[in-house]
């Protein structure tokens, strides 16, 4: 009898079998001691290693006859292998990865295509690590050995073979959720690699208190477990799931070597409400998750979100932070204290901005009045403004920052209590509530509409007798960008008139996917559809009819249309210097000072997303139509705003219709002298589907 871990691969798990010791009877150790005192020895010179990154099945070393030819293979899946160490001298003639069904190397074979998928004759390696994919989807089961051979000279270099009754490692099926409480069920789980599990079918009512996916080793789920990031890998408590199919992926190095069970457990009442149990006996994939361990300088840690994490030191008056995050180079990372005593709330709040340029670091102090971008509302600054522009201090004192390895590191202080009246003091008799976000900077350096942020309170004690730490290593995997909702093309030559109003950008799928562009959380919806194309003939009256808000009190929602040859804008929050740059077509009047007036601002009408939706739920929906559906459309009974054009011959060829407030909320218009070419090509999306012809219908009938 032969023992096996979870990865199938002999031996191993007398290395492992430390953790579950304290399940064991005395006869039951006493045995293991004599098996694996055995069998250990033999696993470690088979090339098994105790404590390294799991590879998947070992089938051996090299066999070296010629050339230098060395290194350990093992098998990823059915049809790749992992060679590791690898080495050739490259003064082969005619020498080729070489793979058959024969009894022993020999000229009757296929060429294996190297790690770039080419078929070309080898260069010389010096212990390379890298993978080979065997061609036309043969199977690693259909063949005897791979081998490093020379077709000219029919020399077989070094080889190793394949055992017979050889089981590649694959996808795993699981079983299923047990049926406990809060109507937790789900189909097979499927174990994809060694991070990475399928819940089919997954539902769990959303009501628990504070329930999470949770992981652990034990015959049962219990509150020794720990936190295991949701499929999106947010760390909040989960939502509401009816019959979805997720994946999650285990935070930092852990393996599905090293748990026993996934719960669903409610950490308030110590509760499981249905688990699923991991098989001691698995054979799956290595997970191609990069992992990058990093450590913290600071004594205290907290994870925040897989890709974000917060450490801190308290000394004296003063605390000094690291923010740590796994972000794009024109990402920011935010965190701060939140703007109320009882829950963790962005309005309020005051935080820190912290981004990596191409030269130097930054910690800015913001104070955030409104969920929008800074704007002058009456004289005042209104929104996500920096301290030093609505009358306040910049608090924060950059220490270090790096960036290494796609993680920006940025340290810096401030004090417990600041003299500026716009910051919140930082308490260490009490628990703290916090916010944090990451996502885009703008343009001009400012933090955009953010594209991760928590939905649930935090709280952090800040003031810890004994040190804190539940961060892991950073993971990053290779990820798919979401295919594109639909892009639409307004070509109709009757088409005169367009209904603007407002609308939620979405997510990736949505205005930043079609344009490129960091969205500003709201897009124009013009005649039913975000952010469509326009094709408008010189010579030719349009008329806007704009809803974009008329209340210049709001700095979220007011929103004059312009049009300009400016992709990006928000007019009004360009310097004088800039705006002298842009040609203004439409919308805009200059005061007898200079000063741009806005022409086109119009009574509110938006629609919303329905109560208690997650917008970080956007990319969920296949369509545009879909999440168009799902939203709620709320006009205030009045008279739009009229803005009528004529292009003639002095437009260019493209403008842009955008917001004169807010920048990255509209897209392209195409000014042609002819619809003769558009005609052939026009997008099926021009014809409207019947919500949108309703819509389109009550915005032409109102008034």
């Not at 020999?106 to 994919?133: A, S």
């Amino acid at each position: 009898m032969t023992l096996r871990n979870k990865s199938g691969s002999n031996n191993v798990l007398c290395l492992r079998l430390h953790r579950k010791l304290y399940l064991l009877p005395a006869i039951s150790l006493f045995l293991i001691f004599l098996t694996c005192s055995t069998l250990l020895p033999v696993a470690l010179a088979e090339g098994e290693e105790e404590d390294g990154p799991y590879r998947g099945q070992y089938l051996g070393k090299l066999n070296s006859y010629h050339h230098q030819v060395s290194g350990d293979v093992y098998a990823v899946n059915e049809y790749t292998f992992l060679i590791v160490g690898f080495n050739y001298d490259g003064n082969g003639a005619d020498t080729f990865f070489w793979s058959g069904a024969s009894n022993r190397p020999g000229p009757q074979g296929f060429i294996v295509p190297d790690e770039h998928g080419r078929t070309n004759i080898l260069d010389r390696y010096h212990n390379k690590d890298f993978t080979l994919t065997l061609p036309d989807r043969k199977k690693i089961t259909e063949i005897k050995w791979l081998a490093v051979y020379d077709l000219s000279s029919q020399n077989n270099f070094g080889d190793v073979y394949i055992p017979e009754e050889f089981e590649p490692p694959k996808t795993q099926v699981g079983g299923t959720f047990s049926r406990r409480s809060h109507n937790v069920s789900s189909s097979s789980i499927e174990i994809l690699d060694s991070k990475t599990i399928r819940i089919k079918d997954f539902t769990y009512d959303g009501l628990g208190k504070r329930t999470f996916f949770w992981t652990g080793v034990g015959a049962q789920p219990s509150s020794r477990g720990s936190k295991l990031p949701d499929e999106r890998g947010y760390l909040d408590p989960i939502r509401k799931y009816n019959k979805e199919t997720i994946e999650l992926e285990l935070p930092g190095d852990k393996t599905i070597f090293d748990i026993d069970w996934i719960s669903v457990y409610d950490v308030a009442d110590n509760e499981n409400y249905g688990h699923v149990l991991i098989n001691e006996r698995l054979n799956v994939p290595p997970s191609l998750v990069k992992v990058t361990p990093f450590e913290f300088s600071l004594p205290n840690c907290r994870q925040l979100h897989k890709d974000l994490q917060v450490s801190w030191e308290v000394f004296g008056p003063q605390i000094t932070f690291q923010l740590s995050g796994q972000v794009a180079a024109n990402d920011y990372m935010s965190f701060g204290i939140s703007g109320s005593d009882t829950s963790s709330q962005m309005i309020g709040s005051d935080v820190v901005v912290a981004y990596i340029d191409d030269i130097r670091g930054y910690t800015i102090d913001y104070n955030i009045t409104s969920l929008a971008p800074c704007v002058q509302v009456l004289g005042q600054n209104k929104g996500v403004c920096r301290d030093d522009v609505v009358g306040g201090l910049d608090s924060f004192q950059l220490n270090t920052y790096s960036r290494k390895d796609g993680i920006n590191t940025i340290s810096f202080r401030r004090t417990l209590k600041s003299s500026d009246d716009g910051d919140k003091e930082i308490f260490l008799d009490r628990s703290n509530y916090v916010v944090w976000a990451f996502g885009q900077l703008d343009s001009n350096n400012e933090p955009a509409f953010h594209t991760y942020y928590p939905k649930s309170d935090i709280l952090i004690d800040f003031n810890t007798t004994e040190p804190v730490n539940d961060c892991f290593a950073f993971t990053k995997s290779v990820e798919t960008p979401p295919p594109l909702w639909e892009r639409t093309r307004i070509t109709d030559a009757t088409v005169r008139s367009f209904n603007a109003y407002l609308g939620p950008s979405g997510g990736l799928r949505g205005y930043q996917g079609l344009t490129g562009h960091v969205s500003s959380g709201l897009a124009w919806y013009i005649n039913g559809y975000m952010i469509p194309e326009l094709y408008l003939k010189r010579g030719l009256t349009y008329t806007f009819k704009v809803r974009g808000g008329n209340n210049p009190h709001s700095p979220e929602h007011y929103h004059p249309l312009v049009i300009t040859d400016d992709p990006q804008g928000g007019y009004d929050r360009l310097s004088d210097a800039k705006q002298s740059e842009i040609r203004v077509l439409a919308g805009v009047e200059f005061t007898r000072r200079g000063r741009p007036k806005p022409t086109a601002a119009g009574p509110l009408c938006i629609s919303r997303y329905p109560p208690k939706y997650d917008r970080r739920l956007d990319d969920n929906f296949a369509t545009f139509k879909k999440f168009n559906r799902s939203l709620i459309t709320e006009c205030v009974d009045e008279a739009p705003a009229l803005l009528e054009i004529t292009p003639n011959i002095t437009w260019p060829d493209t403008v842009y219709y955008n917001s004169f407030t807010h920048g990255n909320m509209g897209w392209k218009i195409h000014i042609v002298d002819s619809y003769n070419n558009l005609r052939n090509g026009a997008s099926a999306a021009t014809s409207m589907s019947l919500p949108i012809i309703l819509l389109s219908l009550y915005f032409l009938f109102q008034y």
